[in-house]
């Protein structure tokens, strides 16, 4: 679901303002001088907030812990963190979860899989939907309004709602049970073009006109001057594609059925639907279907965070 | 040559043909899979249609089978049953949850960016990962949250196979994922100008009078948004369930969820036709609670 813009009562709804130089770290929100709280409550958040982070990652570290574990020390009635025999107590640290799961499990062919539908789906997605939002936002062109009307109007509607329709049209146009079929139907984002073309607005519009004077065409414009100035912006589109597309289950679910074209979702799905539980796998292979995104997402994470906390999130 | 003025006809019909050209592929798209299948929906809903032999019309049957014939849909009002005490322990679950971390780490002078990142780890795990390291965490016998309950004295019950504990297990995994609700409400909570506080300061009100009578209230937008977009998302949750409990939506179907039921109906038993009505039937659902909620609150405040 994606969803209205903005909470932040002052701020207007629109992705980091823009700066010509992504690489610095411009102070999007400018910091309001903080009230400070007496030290004993600052004291008594900081205890309070380290239990919740514990909570948080517990289950993370549990994951990974479990994923070096030998079978027969997996089922043990007290939880041994680290990997050691349950007998002896020795260290019994083992990568063979890894291997087992990425050959036998079909996880080495899922992580390509996903591998090329990140690779295909995020750039031409950018593009689609930025050609869009740019024009929605700088070029008058008639029934510019309801084009764009429209387009908002999809953000309203519940994709679960359109699912087998849209996996009819799919298999119609020769793309069911194929990575094609994965990534053509969601190549436009209804909710990213709304997006972008709320940043294209904020773009002075000299610019342009300067570049019209030199002769520059629209899609010229569009490449050159537009495209550049937008990096903020399209960098909170990519990450949260990303995110969103790599996590994805239920469409590649819906329209994949040849276990070679799973996903790493997919295919973590199967393994855990397994009739015999086998922890030590099952977490292995959570922790490969999980470490990309968790790994974007620590380098990334101001971007993230203040962009999502500024854009709302699409869920 | 190229002599004219901007803004003349030329550059006019140039612009024209630029904007309808650049927004070609989007609309295109968006016309082969939103558009078309938004009318196919509601088309194949009144058919009987099992995606092989083509669509033969039957009126409303769909929607008075699905509703009404218990015989042929036994677990239908089941799963709204499901679905709906879900919407009504999660969203409570992560919202608190949310709102509590927001407000301790707004306090904070040093680590704010530290416990954010922390916390909404959870949010950024696929679903699949997340059901996966829960179903083990949950695990009656080896699971870690038994084994902590165990440390404190309390035999934890077997959390998703006994049907009365599976959907409040299912919100405390949302709990868990409270960061959107955290990020978002620590956005509010910047938001709020600080001589309101001050003001209250000077007039002797203590920290919790503060709380109730500016922070709260003064977040009722981001609270009315957060419980908007959570409700529709808990409306359509499927990805947890469905690697939790797979076809069999656990044990006496607890974790039936409305999606859940729709996907297995569609896809495991062939009925694409009840299975539109179903999406129908949530569409419309969606609108209304989205509506609902709308009215419900007055529009006091401009978001």
């Given at each position: 679901?994606?969803?209205?813009?903005?909470?932040?009562?002052?701020?207007?709804?629109?992705?980091?303002?823009?700066?010509?130089?992504?690489?610095?770290?411009?102070?999007?929100?400018?910091?309001?001088?903080?009230?400070?709280?007496?030290?004993?409550?600052?004291?008594?958040?900081?205890?309070?907030?380290?239990?919740?982070?514990?909570?948080?990652?517990a289950?993370?570290v549990w994951m990974v812990a479990t994923s070096f574990k030998q079978p027969q020390d997996v089922f043990t009635p007290t939880p041994h963190l680290l990997p050691t025999d349950a007998r002896t107590g020795q260290w019994a640290g083992t990568?063979?979860n890894?291997?087992?799961?990425?050959?036998?499990?079909?996880?080495?062919?899922?992580?390509?899989?996903?591998?090329?539908?990140?690779?295909?789906?995020?750039?031409?997605?950018?593009?689609?939907?930025?050609?869009?939002?740019?024009?929605?936002?700088?070029?008058?062109?008639?029934?510019?309004?309801?084009?764009?009307?429209?387009?908002?109007?999809?953000?309203?509607?519940?994709?679960?709602?359109?699912?087998?329709?849209?996996?009819?049209?799919?298999?119609?146009?020769?793309?069911?049970?194929?990575?094609?079929?994965?990534?053509?139907?969601?190549?436009?984002?209804?909710?990213?073009?709304?997006?972008?073309?709320?940043?294209?607005?904020?773009?002075?519009?000299?610019?342009?006109?300067?570049?019209?004077?030199?002769?520059?065409?629209?899609?010229?414009?569009?490449?050159?001057?537009?495209?550049?100035?937008?990096?903020?912006?399209?960098?909170?589109?990519?990450?949260?594609?990303?995110?969103?597309?790599?996590?994805?289950?239920?469409?590649?679910?819906?329209?994949?059925?040849?276990?070679?074209?799973?996903?790493?979702?997919?295919?973590?799905?199967?393994?855990?639907?397994?009739?015999v539980a086998q922890p030590h796998l099952v977490m292995?292979?959570?922790?490969?279907?999980?470490?990309?995104?968790?790994?974007?997402?620590?380098?990334?994470?101001?971007?993230?965070?203040?962009?999502?906390?500024?854009?709302?999130?699409?869920? | 040559?190229?002599?004219?003025?901007?803004?003349?006809?030329?550059?006019?019909?140039?612009?024209?043909?630029?904007?309808?050209?650049?927004?070609?592929?989007?609309?295109?798209?968006?016309?082969?899979?939103?558009?078309?299948?938004?009318?196919?929906?509601?088309?194949?809903?009144?058919?009987?249609?099992?995606?092989?032999?083509?669509?033969?019309?039957?009126?409303?049957?769909?929607?008075?089978?699905?509703?009404?014939?218990?015989?042929?849909?036994?677990?239908?009002?089941?799963?709204?049953?499901?679905?709906?005490?879900?919407?009504?322990?999660?969203?409570?679950?992560?919202?608190?949850?949310?709102?509590?971390?927001?407000?301790?780490?707004?306090?904070?002078?040093?680590?704010?960016?530290?416990?954010?990142?922390?916390?909404?780890?959870?949010?950024?795990?696929?679903?699949?990962?997340?059901?996966?390291?829960?179903k083990w965490l949950y695990d009656p016998r080896f699971g870690l949250v038994n084994a902590g309950l165990g440390v404190?004295?309390?035999?934890g019950?077997?959390?998703?196979?006994?049907?009365?504990?599976?959907?409040?297990?299912?919100?405390?995994?949302?709990?868990?994922?409270?960061?959107?609700?955290?990020?978002?409400?620590?956005?509010?909570?910047?938001?709020?100008?600080?001589?309101?506080?001050?003001?209250?300061?000077?007039?002797?009100?203590?920290?919790?009078?503060?709380?109730?009578?500016?922070?709260?209230?003064?977040?009722?937008?981001?609270?009315?948004?957060?419980?908007?977009?959570?409700?529709?998302?808990?409306?359509?949750?499927?990805?947890?369930?469905?690697?939790?409990?797979?076809?069999?939506?656990?044990?006496?179907?607890?974790?039936?969820?409305?999606?859940?039921?729709?996907?297995?109906?569609?896809?495991?038993?062939?009925?694409?036709?009840?299975?539109?009505?179903?999406?129908?039937?949530?569409?419309?659902?969606?609108?209304?609670?989205?509506?609902?909620?709308?009215?419900?609150?007055?529009?006091?405040?401009?978001?």
């Open positions: 679901m994606s969803a209205a813009k903005t909470v932040d009562a002052g701020a207007p709804a629109v992705v980091p303002a823009p700066s010509a130089d992504a690489g610095t770290r411009t102070p999007v929100r400018r910091r309001r001088r903080r009230r400070n709280a007496p030290i004993p409550l600052r004291l008594t958040a900081h205890v309070l907030l380290i239990g919740g982070a514990v909570v948080a990652l289950p993370f990568f063979a890894y291997l087992q799961v990425l050959d036998l499990g079909g996880f080495a062919v899922a992580l390509l899989n996903s591998v090329i539908v990140a690779v295909v789906l995020i750039p031409g997605k950018l593009l689609l939907d930025a050609l869009a939002a740019y024009a929605f936002a700088r070029i008058p062109f008639p029934g510019r309004n309801a084009l764009f009307l429209v387009v908002l109007a999809t953000i309203m509607v519940p994709g679960i709602a359109l699912l087998i329709p849209k996996v009819f049209v799919t298999q119609e146009l020769g793309m069911g049970d194929s990575l094609t079929g994965v990534i053509v139907p969601s190549l436009v984002s209804a909710f990213d073009i709304f997006l972008l073309r709320q940043f294209f607005l904020t773009l002075p519009g000299e610019l342009e006109e300067a570049a019209t004077i030199d002769g520059a065409g629209r899609l010229r414009i569009f490449w050159s001057v537009a495209l550049p100035l937008a990096k903020p912006a399209l960098a909170v589109v990519t990450i949260t594609s990303f995110i969103f597309h790599w996590n994805e289950l239920l469409w590649p679910l819906v329209i994949l059925s040849d276990q070679d074209k799973y996903t790493l979702p997919l295919a973590l799905q199967a393994l855990a639907a397994g009739r292995a292979g959570a922790v490969i279907a999980v470490m990309p995104v968790v790994g974007i997402f620590l380098v990334f994470q101001r971007r993230i965070l203040d962009g999502i906390q500024l854009t709302g999130l699409k869920s | 040559m190229n002599g004219v003025r901007p803004g003349s006809r030329h550059r006019r019909r140039r612009d024209a043909l630029a904007g309808l050209a650049f927004t070609a592929p989007a609309m295109l798209h968006t016309l082969v899979f939103m558009l078309v299948p938004a009318g196919a929906a509601l088309y194949f809903s009144f058919t009987e249609w099992d995606m092989i032999s083509p669509a033969r019309w039957v009126g409303l049957r769909n929607y008075r089978e699905i509703l009404f014939d218990s015989d042929l849909y036994p677990d239908f009002w089941k799963s709204i049953r499901v679905t709906a005490l879900y919407a009504l322990l999660s969203v409570p679950a992560s919202l608190v949850t949310g709102f509590v971390q927001a407000y301790l780490i707004d306090l904070l002078r040093r680590g704010q960016a530290f416990y954010r990142l922390v916390l909404y780890l959870p949010v950024i795990t696929a679903e699949a990962a997340v059901a996966a390291i829960w404190l004295g309390v035999r019950p077997d959390w998703l196979g006994t049907p009365g504990v599976v959907v409040p297990a299912l919100a405390l995994i949302a709990a868990w994922q409270s960061g959107t609700a955290m990020l978002i409400f620590l956005a509010g909570l910047k938001g709020i100008p600080r001589t309101y506080y001050e003001a209250a300061e000077v007039d002797g009100a203590n920290r919790w009078q503060q709380l109730g009578r500016i922070t709260l209230p003064l977040l009722r937008p981001t609270t009315f948004y957060l419980v908007v977009t959570g409700v529709i998302a808990a409306l359509q949750v499927f990805g947890i369930v469905y690697v939790l409990f797979g076809g069999n939506a656990g044990p006496e179907r607890s974790g039936l969820s409305y999606v859940l039921h729709l996907y297995l109906f569609g896809y495991r038993n062939g009925a694409m036709g009840a299975a539109s009505a179903m999406s129908v039937v949530l569409f419309v659902t969606v609108l209304l609670v989205t509506v609902a909620q709308f009215r419900l609150i007055p529009r006091q405040y401009e978001g």
